[in-house]
Each structure stands twice: as structure tokens, then as C-alpha cells.
């Protein structure tokens, strides 16, 4: 079954300064790869998404994100980060397809004006 | 964007009362999901459905049931509430193969 580790908790960065979330996955196969944000008392609104191809992604509200096999890890990369960001990120990992989802427990970002 | 409603939004209800929470899409997509979400442990899989009767357990179903006898309407009862299933339950769909999952606003569920 696959497994999903978010290490930190919580994270604090200032406002202006670069952001890399951790993201560790267990799958025996290909996975499929996603990162969430979710805003207080909001649905999960997805930042990108990895399949196959360029390891390096891009996604929306200038996020980024490295699929890196050897390390099982899709960290999550922003070099500026702004005010808005203040929110919590998930990690997941989908079976073949994409059928099902597995989170991570998240981490929350905190940022420092 | 897929138009997805989860009602009610915000309910308490007693222990060892039936609760029913409804998700509603407004497209024909396939795969519907609930999931339920609590601090520490982030989003887990409580059922999902592959189409119309069709359902499966997730990784947490005990005390949950489900049903889909429309495409749009996904439906998530709890047969007799308990206070470990106050939570924040998600709906969510698939849009497309590859393109991960569409999630409603969630419902807030208290059992007192």
C-alpha cells in the first residue's frame, strides 16, 4: 500500500524568503503525485500534479515541485513566498490511474511579515 | 471547474443518531470519494465510488456506509454517531485520469 510522509509539522517562514515543503513517498510502482493547499475552512485547491516526463513541475501561484525517484521525495519549492501563502499543504501519492489518494498529514506554513 | 456541492455545511447531532451528508456534482464524472479529515492525520479515505451502485471501503469505513444511485449524488450515512467521528468530511471527485481530485467545502460534522 502506498504511504506518504510530511516531516515537519509546521513551518515558518518570512515574507520574501524561499520555501521548500518535504515530501516523502512509498509506492512499489510509478506514482502519481499531487500537492494540495487548503486556506482556513476551505476545500483542498491543487498546486500541481506529477505523472511521468520532467521531473521538475510547475504549478499554480508560482509553486514548483522536484519528483526525485532515488530519494522517494516530490518537494514542494516556492523562491518567494508571499503573505497569502499562509495555509496548509498536503502531499499524496495516487494508485495507477489516480483511482485513489493517499495524504500526507500535512504541514502548516506560517509566514512572518 | 466541476461544480460540486457538499450539504449540510456545518451540523451537530447526538450520539447514536443516523446522519446522512450528501455530496452533489453537477457533471457525469465516475469517481466520487469521501474523506474525512482531523488534525494529525491529515485526509483519509473513508469510501468511494466507481459509478452508480458501485461502491468500495476506504481506509477508515468502519462505522460508515454509502451509496450512489444517481451519478450526481454520492451519499455518506453514519448509521449510529459516535463522538469519534466528529470530524471535517470531504467530498471529492475525478475529473479526468490523470488529473487528481476536485474537492467540495466540507461539512463540519460535531457529535455531542
Known amino acids: 500500500a502506498q504511504s506518504v510522509t510530511q516531516p515537519d509539522i509546521h513551518i515558518t517562514v518570512s515574507e520574501g524568503a524561499s520555501l521548500e515543503l518535504r515530501c516523502n513517498y512509498s509506492y512499489g510502482a510509478t506514482p502519481y503525485l499531487f500537492w494540495y493547499v487548503q486556506s482556513p475552512g476551505q476545500g483542498l485547491q491543487l498546486l500541481l500534479k506529477y505523472f511521468s516526463g520532467d521531473t521538475l513541475v510547475q504549478g499554480i501561484k508560482g509553486f514548483e515541485a522536484e519528483f526525485k525517484r532515488s530519494q522517494s521525495s516530490f518537494n514542494l519549492r516556492k523562491p518567494s513566498v508571499h503573505w497569502s501563502d499562509a495555509a496548509e499543504y498536503f502531499c499524496?501519492?495516487?494508485?495507477?490511474?489516480?483511482?485513489?489518494?493517499?495524504f500526507g498529514t500535512g504541514t502548516q506554513l506560517k509566514v512572518e511579515l | 471547474d466541476a461544480g460540486i456541492t457538499q450539504s449540510p455545511r456545518h451540523k451537530v447531532t447526538e450520539t447514536g443518531t443516523p446522519v446522512t451528508l450528501r455530496c452533489h456534482q453537477t457533471?457525469?464524472?465516475?469517481?466520487m470519494y469521501w474523506y474525512r479529515q482531523d488534525p494529525g492525520h491529515g485526509l483519509r479515505l473513508i469510501h468511494y465510488?466507481?459509478?452508480?451502485?458501485?461502491?468500495d471501503k476506504g481506509e477508515v469505513s468502519d462505522g460508515y456506509s454509502v451509496s450512489r444511485s444517481k451519478t450526481e449524488d454520492f451519499l455518506l450515512t453514519l448509521e449510529s454517531a459516535t463522538s469519534s467521528q466528529t470530524s471535517v468530511y470531504f467530498c471529492?471527485?475525478?475529473?479526468?485520469?490523470?488529473?487528481?481530485?476536485?474537492f467540495g467545502s466540507g461539512t463540519r460534522l460535531t457529535v455531542v
Open positions: 465510488s466507481y459509478g452508480v451502485k458501485d461502491t
Open positions: 457533471e457525469n464524472h465516475r469517481y
Open positions: 471529492a471527485i475525478r475529473v479526468g485520469n490523470n488529473d487528481g481530485y476536485t
Open positions: 499524496a501519492v495516487g494508485t495507477g490511474g489516480g483511482n485513489k489518494l493517499t
